[in-house]
């Protein structure tokens, strides 16, 4: 009912800058939050930034200064910009969206499919 669509990521130096965006579709009533994932080979999947309906925002205490989570509500699309790249960026990135699909619906949990960021000289 509701799909999540990526675009952006590949290959930046150190210090380079990326977006990557995530548009909803599908059968969508009203979204709770949008949010940005990460996770590398190997290691546990961790969350990156939040953006509430509210507008609130929150970042993990690595990418705070470097990272902006933004949306376009029009669009159902969520935005990360990047910059101040570091190897240790270097994962799949994954959106994620809190949604009701209609008004008689609970909130249910989607994902997208992941894009890959890599940050190497």
């Known amino acids: 009912q509701v799909q999540l669509v990526e675009s952006g990521g590949g290959l930046v130096q150190p210090g380079g800058s990326l977006s990557v965006s995530c548009a909803a579709s599908?059968?969508?009533?009203?979204?709770?939050?949008m949010a940005w994932y990460r996770q590398a080979p190997g290691k546990e999947r961790e969350s990156v930034a939040i953006?509430?309906?509210?507008?609130?925002?929150d970042y993990a205490d690595s990418v705070k200064g470097r990272f902006t989570i933004s949306r376009d509500n029009a669009k159902n699309t969520v935005y990360l910009q990047m910059n101040s790249l570091k190897p240790e960026d270097t994962a799949v990135y994954y959106c994620?969206?809190?949604?009701?699909?209609?008004?008689?619906?609970?909130?249910?949990?989607?994902w997208g499919q992941g894009t890959q960021v890599t940050v190497s000289s």
């Open positions: 994620k969206c809190d949604a009701r699909a209609n008004s008689w619906s609970g909130y249910s949990q989607y």
């Open positions: 953006i509430r309906n509210s507008g609130s925002t």
């Open positions: 599908g059968s969508i009533f009203s979204i709770a939050a």
